[in-house]
């Protein structure tokens, strides 16, 4: 069958929570069991008030708010607003939103989220991205997936959906939609997938942007400045010390996925943890990013019940990425300054054959979509500008 012809394969969606889930929820706030204060308690704003995790204070102020104050039907209405789809590849159901632009010279354009991350990262610049104010600035027609057990995507039963089946799934995706050829952008994991979609599907990717390049194992800081050997240390040390997270969901995914599925609090504790430290700011995430765009998020793992299936994709693709991939199309890279994975340029390279642009902002972090939005599209259109120039248009 000619993958083209299977649009109908695609189904419209509607996300609509019920009010007894929504209530329950309520509920579970409401009967929360909190730990005592931590021992390093002091008063806001300090960066070490976060030492141990999640300062007690910080914690019920959300919860309080996530219970009385929060409007998860505002992001519901949005998310409809959008476009929402699925569609069935290899057995299971895909999740995503669609946005076509208005403008005939729009490029399609796939946008892949990570963990803790959602489609929430996204949902704000949509619009933008489809249809500029700017006649000038390029435009896209955007598609937003939801990663296997994520949001409303259905959950693996099987192993065996790791980055590169999920990569190949995304190009047969974009095909189902009409798109033969596409751009794409990612960070986190979806940094990952967009580096594999770059690199096995040069055929079908024109280019890719990603804040998170990978750079090739084994490589020495020989030649690095100064700042660059620091952007290596400041990553080994995340590895070493901060990682915890990443090693219980590649090895005991079930074991915390109890607790992620069964209480509310302990989900929004153990995704606010991470907010907290790779964003770029002094003490709290919410000096960057409000609590409504923390809580669309942490809300969308709890209505959907995902909170063991998305820990899975460290299961399935911790440290698993080819060391060997080459990425031959053109590549755009940006490297926020508080990410928690910097790769200097000389090592992309070894990875990233046709680099052409690359920046370093002065701010941000591992959300920038959500902590310098305007920023981010920005930056976004141009790096894809620059490979869309450097590969040619897509019809």
């Known amino acids: 069958m000619n993958r083209r012809s299977r649009t109908s394969d695609v189904h419209a969606f509607e996300a609509h929570a019920s009010d007894t889930d929504l209530d329950d929820l309520r509920a579970r706030l409401a009967a929360a069991r909190l730990p005592e204060v931590e021992t390093v308690y002091r008063a806001a704003p300090d960066p070490r008030r976060w030492d141990q995790g999640v300062p007690l204070a910080d914690l019920v102020d959300v919860v309080n708010y996530w219970r009385t104050g929060y409007d998860w039907r505002s992001f519901e209405t949005r998310l409809n607003q959008i476009g929402q789809f699925r569609t069935t590849i290899d057995d299971l159901g895909i999740h995503f939103l669609h946005r076509r632009s208005t403008r005939a010279d729009a490029t399609p354009l796939i946008l892949t989220h990570g963990w803790p991350g959602s489609i929430a990262e996204f949902t704000h610049v949509i619009d933008e991205l489809a249809d500029p104010e700017n006649a000038d600035a390029p435009a896209f027609h955007v598609v937003v997936p939801s990663l296997p057990g994520f949001g ?41 997938i967009t580096t594999i979609l770059g690199g096995r599907f040069p055929e079908h990717v024109l280019g890719i942007h990603t804040t998170t390049a990978q750079a090739p194992p084994g490589l020495t800081t020989d030649g690095l400045t100064a700042a660059e050997r620091e952007w290596t240390e400041e990553t080994r040390d995340f590895w070493r010390h901060h990682a915890g997270y990443a090693k219980q969901q590649a090895t005991r995914p079930q074991t915390i996925g109890y607790s992620l599925v069964d209480s509310p609090v302990g989900l929004l504790a153990w995704i606010l943890d991470k907010f907290a430290e790779w964003t770029d700011t002094e003490d709290s995430p919410f000096e960057t990013i409000s609590r409504d765009s923390v809580l669309d998020d942490v809300t969308l793992y709890w209505l959907t019940r995902t909170g063991a299936s998305s820990a899975r994709i460290y299961y399935e693709s911790h440290n698993s990425l ?27 390279q070894e990875r990233y054959r046709q680099i052409v642009r690359w920046r370093s902002p002065e701010t941000g972090g591992h959300f920038p979509s959500l902590e310098v939005p305007e920023y981010f599209v920005k930056d976004l259109r141009e790096g894809l500008a620059a490979v869309l120039a450097a590969g040619g248009s897509w019809s």
């Open 152 to 192: 409303y995507s259905d959950a693996p039963t099987t192993t065996g959906w790791g980055i590169e089946k999920i990569a190949a799934a995304w190009v047969e995706l974009m095909a189902r939609l009409g798109y033969s050829k596409f751009v794409a952008h990612g960070g986190d994991w979806g940094g990952v």
């Open 322 to 348: 080819d060391p060997e991939l080459r990425v031959d199309v053109p590549s755009a890279i940006s490297v926020y300054p508080r990410d928690i994975e910097k790769c200097p340029r000389a090592w992309a």
